[in-house]
């Protein structure tokens, strides 16, 4: 089982998890049984099932999100994957049928995001969109409607710019996961976001969009917490863009392994501060309830 298990990049999965736990703290959401269900669901069951079943497509041999050294598709991969998708859609199941609906919805993105006769992932404005929507807008209102059993009050103009801030940080750091792997994907034909843009329009695109997904979620946080956190979270935002700049002034002079590295640890250290913070937060709201 090491090779499927490898495949799932079950740590990198973890990073994506700030997304979904901050629609479920916005929309007032408790430390339970049933944040644990939908959680595993989507990070555990659907974001893995969903990397291997790229990995199945891909075959890359040099690195990638989460993983150094990627060994050899095993041979039955995809249908590990799917059916480790399916066991994370029977989960969603149980948690409600917004929550397995979005699942659903997320998993076909997969799907098209990977799958040679469509490959989402072959071109820019695609792969971004589907990123976008797949890590960003829909984890989000997952999270929501795991709180709340459905998307009730999710079109309050302060909860979709929560949303969107979310999603401009994750659609931000795109084209900058991709910009280490260049060569192999010109050599598997795939126009990605970051071959389109080319390195210094990724890094470009990158800064703008997390600095205005920051900005956005630096206000949210000043509306519906201490100001004082609003102010911590701007302050590291700046730290991070400043960490960004800084990678950029000495990526050409970098090996493919080095860019790798450094694009994965700015990754956990934008994501694990966040995912402290959120969880920090929910363990004050449970203890309050």
């Not at 790798?260 to 937060?281: E, G």
Request: positive net charge; proline residues 5%.
């Amino acid at each position: 089982m090491k090779p499927y298990l490898t495949h799932l990049r079950l740590p990198f999965q973890f990073l994506l998890s700030p997304i979904f736990l901050w629609g479920y703290l916005l929309a007032g959401g408790t430390l339970n049984a049933t944040l644990l269900v939908a959680y595993l669901a989507f990070h555990l069951f659907l974001y893995a099932g969903g990397t291997a079943l790229n990995s199945y497509y891909d075959r890359d041999k040099g690195p990638i999100g989460g993983l150094a050294h990627p060994p050899p598709p095993p041979k039955y991969l995809l249908e590990f994957s799917l059916v480790w998708q399916l066991i994370g859609f029977l989960l969603a199941l149980t948690v409600n049928f917004t929550v397995a609906a979005i699942y659903f919805v997320m998993f076909w993105m997969s799907i098209a995001y990977s799958h040679p006769r469509i490959r989402l992932k072959g071109h820019p404005f695609g792969a971004l969109a589907t990123i976008m929507l797949g890590q960003g807008i829909l984890p989000f209102y997952a999270g929501w409607a795991t709180a709340r059993g459905n998307l009730d009050g999710g079109a309050a103009p302060g909860v979709i710019l929560a949303a969107l801030s979310a999603t401009l940080i994750i659609g931000g750091m795109y084209p900058l996961t991709q910009i280490y792997q260049l060569d192999a994907d010109a050599e598997r034909g795939d126009l990605t976001s970051a071959r389109f843009l080319g390195v210094e329009n990724s890094f470009r695109v990158a800064m703008i969009s997390i600095a205005v997904g920051g900005a956005g979620a630096v206000y949210i946080a000043a509306t519906n917490f201490f100001w004082w956190e609003a102010v911590g979270l701007a302050v590291f935002l700046l730290i991070f863009l400043a960490a960004v700049m800084r990678w950029r002034a000495r990526f050409h002079s970098q090996t493919v392994m080095q860019n790798f590295k450094t694009v994965m640890l700015l990754y956990a250290c934008v994501t694990l501060p966040f995912l402290a913070w959120i969880f920090l937060r929910l363990v004050v709201a449970t203890w309050q309830a």
